[in-house]
T-cell receptor, first 112, second 114 residues
Framework: DVKVTQSSRYLVKRTGEKVFLECVQD?????MFWYRQDPGLGLRLIYF???????EKGDIPEGYSVSREKKERFSLILESASTNQTSMYLC???????????FGNGTRLTVT | GENVEQHPSTLSVQEGDSAVIKCTYS??????FPWYKQELGKRPQLIID?????GEKKDQRIAVTLNKTAKHFSLHITETQPEDSAVYFC?????????????FGKGTLLTVNP
């Protein structure tokens, strides 16, 4: 069974802090994704990566960056956290084009 | 880019009734349409998916239909049970190339009343 592990379940940070969210998958998947989930807004794509060191902007990349130095690991970085980035962040991976996403358990980030 | 609209946002049914959730998409090149179920406090999980070369797919009490001409697809749950209560998301994407990404609808909260 595919396992996608997010490093933190809950995180509380202060405005202006640099925040790292880590995600690791164990199935040698090519694609990795970061979504944020907010009530009434569904799942919105922040960034995705289809290969090591490759990244593509999703629908809401502003205020975020990503890093994929190894195939199994995809990091989301908030350069300077703001209160409007308080949200649930979901990492996902998939083996190829048009294939199911496997999600992690999510990180609930609160920025105060 | 792709835009996926999902209706209704909430749906309440009696146990044993059927539930239907509908989605429309904007990109005529989209050809992969999965549905995810998210129970309270848990991760979204794939329950069924359909590709554009198929008009309908069934898996026990769940079925999905696709109308490519009208650019809409629907999830049908028959004989609903309380454990079907969850948020359901539809999604759409193209296949092929490096630009693979899923665009999700905003979700439908389904409540099945015993």
């Amino acid at each position: 069974d595919v396992k996608v592990t997010q490093s933190s379940r809950y995180l509380v940070k202060r405005t202006g802090e640099k925040v790292f969210l880590e995600c690791v998958q164990d199935m040698d998947h090519e694609n990795m994704f970061w979504y944020r989930q907010d009530p009434g807004l569904g799942l919105r794509l922040i960034y995705f990566s289809y290969d090591v060191k490759m990244k593509e902007k999703g629908d809401i990349p502003e205020g975020y960056s990503v890093s994929r130095e190894k195939k199994e690991r995809f990091s989301l970085i908030l350069e300077s956290a703001s209160t409007n980035q308080t949200s649930m962040y979901l990492c996902a991976s998939s083996w190829g084009s048009a294939s199911p996403l496997h999600f992690g358990n999510g990180t609930r980030l609160t920025v105060t | 880019g792709e835009n996926v609209e999902q209706h209704p946002s909430t749906l309440s049914v009696q146990e044993g009734d059927s539930a239907v959730i509908k989605c429309t998409y904007s990109d005529s090149a989209s050809n992969y349409f999965p549905w995810y179920k998210q129970e309270l406090g848990k991760r979204p999980q794939l329950i069924i998916d359909i590709r554009s070369n198929v008009g309908e797919k069934k898996d026990q009490r769940i079925a999905v239909t696709l109308n490519k001409t009208a650019k809409h697809f629907s999830l049908h749950i028959t004989e609903t049970q309380p454990e079907d209560s969850a948020v359901y998301f539809c999604a759409a994407s193209r296949s092929g190339g490096s630009n693979y990404k899923l665009t999700f609808g905003k979700g439908t909260l389904l409540t099945v009343n015993p």
